[in-house]
């Protein structure tokens, strides 16, 4: 009876250690994304040897900042090159693991004060061309992303902006396809380098492109909800400077907070969209949401827990006199828009296919009066 039970606990024991979930740290040591010898895991390495619940973090030998240069598209039909796809769920990529690196410490209203060591590099036209649906063969990503809970923080990252064509296909910073739940951007500088003054900016930092099946639901830019602190509020502030759209996303709930868009790190100087306006694939709006947005919130959350540091900070839309301040789309069906947004000075104008907010000029926060629209 005595060997019963003991072999009964045994057998508990093993199915309980074979149902955990395996979490790794993989370190990447190297910023060239070429070199595939022993000893040697680039990011290229890394993103292959993923599992569900990994973390890349980074230990690439010098002081300086490490440039990681994004490998060249495959163009056309079925697409891929660049970075691999990030299938696995609950996967973390830390720039801020780099030494030397640190977050962002003053508040929203001062010049956002990150180090990045950890430079992701697509000024050459290097990308993942995406060919699935909600995307396609003029569409790409430095990242692209069908995982679940996906979340990169403390990266640079510039690029090339793209003319939506087959041979020079739109370059997003973060992609997220397929349906993609829960994505999460935090305390990085999208379209500006570790400078703090160059402007590399992409087409759009972060799209989440779908179809009325696959939306990606839950996408979070900045400040999560409920930071533990001030000072890991702060550490969350992104800084969003892209040509097209800045923030793109198909799905309900997302959470923009705490975020610089169209200004740099200064918090004063303003992205000049007039150097896009007349590209193939201009500038359309600051923040497109579509495919039922219902439960958006653009700024505070107003929940007493540093709504302070989950203002927005945006740039002058334009200076030619066009384009959207925000932009809804497909806000009907399933219980309309639902958007808690937050500003000052901003103004609400209905359309047929949603709320889309205009205006020229100026950068100012967002913050004090709350407007809900439904």
């Not at 799209?207 to 999560?224: D, L």
């Not at 969209?273 to 958006?296: H, K, S």
Request: charged letters at 10%; hydrophobic letters at 40%; glycine letters at 18%.
């Amino acid at each position: 009876m005595k060997k019963s039970t003991l072999f009964k606990l045994a057998l508990v024991c093993l199915m309980t250690v074979t149902s955990v979930t395996r979490a790794a740290i993989i370190t990447v040591n190297t910023a060239d994304n070429t070199d595939f010898t022993a000893g040697k895991t680039n990011l290229v390495t890394a993103i292959n040897s993923l599992h569900d619940g990994d973390t890349i973090q980074f230990a690439i030998s010098g002081a300086g900042v490490h440039r990681l240069v994004t490998p060249a598209p495959v163009l056309g039909a079925g697409g891929g090159g660049g970075y691999p796809e990030i299938t696995n769920n609950d996967v973390t990529i830390d720039g801020f693991s780099q030494a030397g690196s640190s977050a962002n410490s003053n508040t929203i209203l001062a010049t956002n004060n990150a180090v990045y060591k950890i430079v992701l590099d697509s000024t050459a036209g290097g990308t993942h061309v995406w060919d699935i649906g909600g995307f396609g063969t003029s569409e790409s990503g430095i990242f692209v992303v069908s995982g679940h809970r996906f979340h990169l923080q403390g990266v640079s990252m510039v690029s090339a902006f793209g003319d939506d064509n087959d041979s020079s296909p739109k370059i997003y910073g973060v992609a997220f396809g397929r349906g993609a739940t829960n994505g999460w951007i935090s305390g990085c500088w999208m379209g500006v380098d570790a400078d703090g003054i160059t402007v590399g900016a992409m087409n759009n930092a972060v799209s989440g492109y779908g179809s009325s099946t696959t939306r990606n639901n839950g996408i979070v830019i900045g400040v999560a909800a409920g930071a533990a602190s001030t000072a890991i509020a702060r550490a969350q502030q992104n800084v969003i400077c892209a040509g097209g759209i800045p923030l793109a996303i198909e799905g309900a709930s997302p959470r923009i907070s705490g975020n610089r868009i169209g200004v740099l790190p200064d918090g004063k100087t303003t992205l000049n969209y007039d150097d896009f306006f007349n590209a193939p694939a201009g500038f359309c709006a600051l923040i497109e949401v579509g495919r039922r947005p219902g439960g958006t919130l653009i700024g505070t959350d107003g929940d007493g827990v540093n709504d302070a540091e989950e203002r927005n900070i945006f740039g002058a839309i334009n200076l030619s006199g066009d384009g959207a301040f925000i932009d809804f789309y497909g806000t009907g069906g399933d219980g309309g828009v639902g958007v808690q947004f937050t500003a000052s000075g901003a103004s609400f104008t209905n359309s047929g296919s949603g709320i889309v907010t205009g205006g020229t000029g100026g950068s100012g926060s967002n913050g004090s009066v709350t407007s809900n629209a439904a």
